[in-house]
């Protein structure tokens, strides 16, 4: 599984970091997305599909 | 003729009158036109498109030919004062699109990521105990939306404003004005004012003796030259505004909606488990949708979407209310299931305008579902339901008290 996130898109809801705050953080500066870990572990994978899935700004794609 | 005349009478009128024996669920007309989108009469006489469907508001939230500027002619105003009063409203995160949205949300995010929210937990507790305590040692009943639902995100929102608490009755009063559906012109012109009166002065005294909260962070932006004041101004009463009602009413009316289906109210009092507290409050957040009088865009080109087409300058109004109880998105969508699977509802919309605030609101949700119930097992409701009076008129769906005993 790796991840990309499009912070240009990004409009810092938060959503991905409640959904897989291992994967997921937010720049303290202005809340955009930062991604700790673009290839993360299977176990992850259905939190990280979830993050994709509620991202209102749709800046999270996955790429299996 | 005749035809044309039947034709006429078939637009349905929106938003609609919710039953008064299911005050909870949306209009009747809105989830029975049995398609996704239809256009229906507003106030001024204008048809715009009506998106009721889960799926097609995502579509058109997230469509950049989806315009939220509310300048351009055929939008589709809530109000007579909101129409009347669009020349005097600036740029904000609510009608600003593309790259000049995205410059200003920029500026006010920050306070509001998650982890920071999350850092407020322990203080949203202490506050709500507080509240808790005061209101059993009152008078028995009381009335839940001044003992708790509004105090509470009044205090939180201060906190994190740096708006002195002592000063809330002031503005709590102007924030009312603003979300009042039948507010005229006047009123909210002088509501606006008044309370762009009072920050000004706030952000010129933090310009001298900074805090740490987030009117300071905006007045250091004044200073740097990277924002104006009177942008500064506009931006705090956003926020100050937005941070009132909307939570206030998801504590009261949630409240009087677990007391209506206590095996629910039961499952949240008696549970350990903060992911069991975090899922009901996505499942209120679905069922009451609080911002219920719909989301207004228009169409900068021509929209296929559904086997419709919506032309270029055509106004639309997503129905969050409606998009939260479609069955294709939430199965039996009249049921309260605090177990359910709802974390895609719209009750903070969706897009790049979704709410701001949201994780605040949910952490102070978190807090008072879990506190409330368990602290005051016997709380109920101290009138009959049918005496509630709800804010069919407000631009935030709640009820106006919630009078409680225990």
Not at chain 1, 3 to 28: L, N, P, S, T, Y
Not at chain 2, 322 to 333: Q, R, S
Request: glycine share 6%; aromatic share 6%; net charge negative.
């Amino acid at each position: 599984m790796k991840i990309v996130v499009d912070e240009e898109k990004c409009v810092a809801a938060g959503q991905c970091v409640v959904a897989a705050m291992d994967v997921f953080d937010q720049r303290d500066e202005d809340g955009i997305v930062v991604l700790l870990n673009e290839n993360p572990p299977p176990r992850l994978a259905g939190d990280v599909r979830q993050a994709a899935a509620v991202c209102p700004a749709l800046a999270i794609s996955i790429e299996d | 003729m005749a035809e044309t005349e039947t034709a006429e009478t078939r637009v349905p009128e929106y938003p609609g009158v919710r039953d008064g024996q299911c005050p909870f669920a949306p209009p009747a007309e809105l989830l029975e036109q049995g398609k996704p989108l239809f256009q229906a009469r507003i106030w001024d006489g204008s048809t715009p498109w009506i998106v009721t469907g889960h799926a097609a508001q995502r579509e058109i939230l997230s469509d950049p030919r989806v315009s939220v500027n509310e300048k351009l002619p055929g939008f589709p105003y809530p109000t007579q004062a909101m129409a009347e009063t669009v020349d005097h409203r600036p740029l904000t995160i609510f009608n600003a699109d593309g790259a000049d949205h995205v410059r200003i949300r920029r500026m006010m995010t920050a306070p509001f990521t998650r982890n920071r929210m999350e850092k407020l937990r322990p203080a949203i507790q202490e506050f709500t105990d507080e509240l808790i305590d005061r209101m059993l040692a009152g008078p028995n009943p009381a009335d839940l939306t001044t003992a708790l639902s509004l105090p509470l995100p009044s205090l939180m929102i201060c906190e994190l404003l740096g708006v002195p608490y002592a000063d809330h009755g002031f503005f709590q009063e102007h924030a009312t004005v603003a979300v009042k559906r039948d507010a005229t012109a006047e009123e909210s012109l002088a509501g606006m004012q008044a309370l762009g009166g009072y920050l000004t002065q706030l952000l010129q005294t933090k310009m001298a003796e900074p805090g740490n909260d987030v009117l300071s962070d905006f007045a250091a932006r004044v200073k740097a030259g990277e924002l104006e004041l009177p942008d500064a101004t506009l931006l705090a009463m956003v926020l100050l505004i937005a941070g009132h009602e909307t939570s206030a009413n998801m504590i009261t009316l949630g409240t009087a909606a677990l007391l209506e289906n206590p095996d629910q109210l039961e499952l949240l009092r008696t549970t350990e488990d903060p992911a069991v507290v975090a899922n009901a409050v996505e499942e209120l957040l679905r069922y009451l949708t609080i911002p219920h009088l719909g989301q207004r865009r228009i169409a900068l080109e021509d929209i296929e979407i559904a086997g419709e087409t919506i032309r270029a300058g055509d106004g639309i109004i997503v129905s969050l209310p409606a998009g939260n109880w479609d069955p294709e998105a939430f199965p039996e969508p009249e049921r309260l299931d605090l177990t359910r699977a709802a974390r895609h509802h719209h009750a903070f919309a969706w897009g790049a305008h979704q709410c701001l605030g949201q994780q605040l609101a949910r952490i102070e949700l978190q807090v008072v579902y879990s506190t409330l119930y368990r602290r005051v097992p016997t709380l109920r409701l101290a009138v009959d339901r049918d005496e509630l009076e709800f804010k069919g008129d407000s631009l935030a769906y709640g009820v106006y008290e919630l009078p409680v005993t225990w």
